[in-house]
């Protein structure tokens, strides 16, 4: 006789706890648990339930995991307001290497959109010295000086501020990469949804901060809500948040449970028998 | 003579208008390409050329060699010249144009034949010393020095045909060579530089192209033997009529790398004209740093100039200022602690940035951009916005953050009405309902009941350094203006 423990899973609990019925029930059992893991199996993949993983690491490089080098990521800004938060999510991938990270963007861009501003960087926990810019008077020259950059195999990585890039030309980025050591990412401005070629697209926008616990008017750390558009690793859309640490300098995990008031239980907790 | 009297002797005589600048213009393009002869080159006057020849004479297979190839060059590109060569600069001068031709240098001492003229002195005192019977340098240079210079003392003048004079001793002393003179040269003579001369003019820039490898490796060679290494270098190519072509390539780092160089050139090769053909290519590196050999690793990593010679490229096609880093000046005034110049390795301006700042956003405007804004008088915070024509609703807010004029750069502006640029800023961080951060500012403090009246402002007309003020009254006198909002920078 096997006596359950206690745990968070009620249901799952409940049901253990009638396996000592009759063979009917324990087909029902089964059945039921074949439905949960088809609805689990179905619905898309979202980081919260894939337990393993939020188990393993609570933060932001179970991301970054999926970024890997030699490919060409994207991070999509839909609004003028959304572009900070994309900046800050292609910086928070790069601040362990010692080579200098290629930022390239147009004039128009850089007018519009600001450029980086060194104090900020620093407070994020990034080198000023590390950062090349490169402006350029047109879209063309921009993907010219990309491929450049990636082609040195100097650069840790190679940032590219765009409004919009064609097949043919994410493709060839694509290619170049896959030949030299270095990571790509496009910050793409637009309010389309840009159609490329890319190992991955992820859609970034701000969300309002945590409340501060003592000021209830304070501006809190940065919060994004990053939404995995398209990954060719087959990982499925997901949508999942994060908040800026400036201690670590990381982007962590939003825990959705972290406030969850004491549910009560369906059933009272059962007495351990001697 | 007048032109009238002129066209009366001689019905279709051929006229053509005078031109000073475009000749002056002309002989300066003359003196640039005289460059192939001997680094130090001036133009002289309005007709003529100063060389200075010293040691050169070898690469020309000799003096006279030299000497009649300059003159067969200058008349196949359409000028009949005088040339003379002497060890002075004012018997050059002289002999070139009031002496007969000679092939090989003469010395000072059989120069004694020439005309006072040849002296660079005022028509005056050459009327004088006519009139006294001194025609001839050689007279001059006989009478005791006090003399002459007890009666000829003349200012520094110009005579009619535009030449510098001077007065008569000074004028003999530099003819014989007792009083230094030097030569202004156009261009500042370098150390290196690799001469490469075609057998036929090339008509095409590839052929130029074809032959830059050699020379490039035979400079490069030759900078490895004394351990320097090339920051700009610049290629000269001459055409066959009188004119020379120039093109300069600068790198982040001395390089030494043949086929780096040749890249970089040849990025801006096309930009070469050759009309009607070059004869001879020089390359000179403008500017050397010491560059010592290391050794060449085999493995298949990355040389460490991989980051320069990526950048020299990009600057290369996109322009010297297109590559850029962000580098430190101590301000408070935030647009102004950080400047863009051309990118250099090794920087270390931001360790000396402050750490007990607020915090600064990640991104910022260069110029503030004007704002609508709602907020309480005199020192709340926004609680709504107008951006870029989208309105924004303030959710949180943070602030302010009082940044003021730095005083000390102009003390004569306290207690003076300010400046656009003189106001206090009031920072604030704010966060707005969907959740995007932003960092602006107000420029202008109001006044406070019982604590400080309102920043006066004095209302200019036109724009600011900064923006325009909307209420631009033409009225002189200093007038309290409202303060303005602008937004500044974006945070996470």
């Known amino acids: ?274 | 003579m007048t032109l009238a009297h002129a066209r009366a002797i001689i019905p279709d005589l051929i006229i053509a208008r005078a031109n000073p600048e475009e000749d002056q213009a002309h002989l300066q393009r003359l003196a640039y390409w005289a460059v192939r002869y001997s680094p130090l080159v001036a133009a002289d006057g309005q007709d003529g050329l100063l060389l200075d020849i010293t040691g050169c004479e070898h690469l020309f297979g000799g003096l006279t060699a030299m000497l009649q190839d300059m003159k067969a060059r200058l008349r196949r590109i359409g000028f009949s010249s005088h040339i003379a060569v002497a060890e002075t600069i004012g018997a050059a001068w002289g002999q070139a144009r009031y002496g007969r031709e000679h092939s090989a240098p003469v010395h000072i001492n059989q120069l004694h034949g020439l005309p006072v003229q040849a002296l660079r002195i005022p028509d005056r005192t050459i009327i004088t010393l006519q009139r006294l019977g001194l025609k001839a340098v050689g007279q001059l240079l006989s009478i005791p020095r006090p003399a002459l210079a007890r009666r000829f003392q003349t200012l520094r003048s110009k005579s009619l045909k535009g030449e510098d004079t001077a007065a008569l001793v000074k004028r003999l002393d530099q003819f014989t060579g007792q009083h230094a003179e030097a030569l202004k040269a156009l261009a500042p003579a370098s150390d290196w530089s690799v001469r490469h001369a075609f057998v036929e003019p090339v008509l095409h820039v590839q052929s130029v192209e074809l032959a830059l490898p050699h020379s490039l490796l035979r400079l490069c060679n030759a900078l490895a033997e004394t351990e320097l290494g090339v920051r700009q270098l610049a290629l000269h190519c001459y055409r066959v009529d009188g004119t020379v072509q120039t093109l300069t390539v600068g790198t982040h780092a001395a390089s030494r790398d043949p086929a780096h160089l040749q890249r970089l050139i040849s990025e801006h090769l096309d930009t070469l004209e050759a009309s009607f053909g070059f004869d001879l290519m020089v390359l000179t590196p403008l500017s050397c740093e010491p560059l010592a050999a290391h050794q060449v690793s085999t493995l298949r990593q990355t040389p460490p100039e991989a980051v320069t010679q990526t950048l020299d490229r990009l600057s290369a096609r996109l322009g010297h200022s297109a590559v850029l880093g962000l580098y430190h000046r101590h301000s408070h005034i935030p647009e102004a602690c950080q400047f863009t110049a051309p990118y250099h390795q090794g920087d270390e301006s931001w360790q000396d940035y402050p750490d007990n700042t607020a915090p600064r956003p990640m991104r910022i405007l260069e110029r503030p951009e004007p704002i609508e804004v709602l907020a309480e008088v005199p020192e709340g915070a926004p609680r709504r916005f107008r951006w870029r024509r989208l309105d924004y609703h303030v959710t949180k807010a943070e602030g302010p953050e009082r940044i003021a004029y730095e005083w000390w750069h102009d003390l004569e502006v306290l207690g003076q009405p300010h400046k656009p640029g003189h106001l206090t800023r009031d920072y604030y961080k704010i966060e707005v309902a969907d959740g995007a951060r932003f960092w602006l500012f107000r420029r202008g403090l109001y006044a406070v009941e019982g604590v400080r009246p309102a920043e006066q402002m004095a209302v200019v007309s036109g724009s600011d350094d900064e923006t325009r003020t909307p209420t631009t009254q033409s009225i002189p006198s200093p007038q309290t203006a409202q303060p303005h909002w602008f937004m500044h920078g974006f945070f996470a």
């Open chain 1, 1 to 274: 006789m096997l006596k359950n423990a206690q745990n968070d899973n009620e249901t799952s609990s409940k049901k253990f706890g009638e396996l000592t019925d009759t063979p009917n029930a324990r087909q029902q059992q089964l059945m039921a648990l074949r439905a949960d893991i088809s609805t689990i199996l179905n619905t898309p993949k979202s980081l919260d339930e894939n337990t393993s993983r939020t188990k393993k690491q609570g933060h932001s490089n179970i991301f970054f995991d999926d970024c890997p080098a030699q490919q060409l990521h994207e991070l999509w800004a839909a609004r003028s307001s959304d572009h900070a938060a994309v900046t800050a999510f292609a910086l928070a991938s790069a601040k362990d290497t010692k080579k200098p990270i290629l930022w390239v963007a147009s004039t128009t861009i850089f007018r519009e959109q600001g450029l980086p501003y060194a104090p900020g960087l620093m407070n994020m926990g990034l080198k000023p010295e590390t950062l090349v810019l490169i402006r350029t008077a047109t879209g063309k020259d921009a993907l010219w000086a990309l491929e450049e950059g990636i082609k040195a195999d100097a650069f840790s990585m190679v940032v590219g501020e765009l409004e919009d890039i064609s097949l043919k030309n994410s493709q060839r980025l694509s290619i170049a990469l896959q030949e030299h050591n270095t990571k790509g990412i496009l910050l793409m401005r637009s309010t389309q949804e840009p159609q490329s070629a890319a190992y991955s697209r992820r859609r970034i926008t701000p969300e309002p901060s945590a409340q501060h616990p003592i000021l209830s008017n304070a501006v809190n750390e940065s919060q994004v809500k990053v939404q995995a558009l398209k990954h060719r690793a087959g990982i499925k859309p997901h949508t999942f948040s994060m908040e800026w640490n400036h201690e670590t300098h990381r982007f962590d995990l939003v825990s959705p449970l972290g406030d969850r008031s004491v549910a009560e239980a369906a059933t009272p907790p059962r007495s351990r028998q001697a």
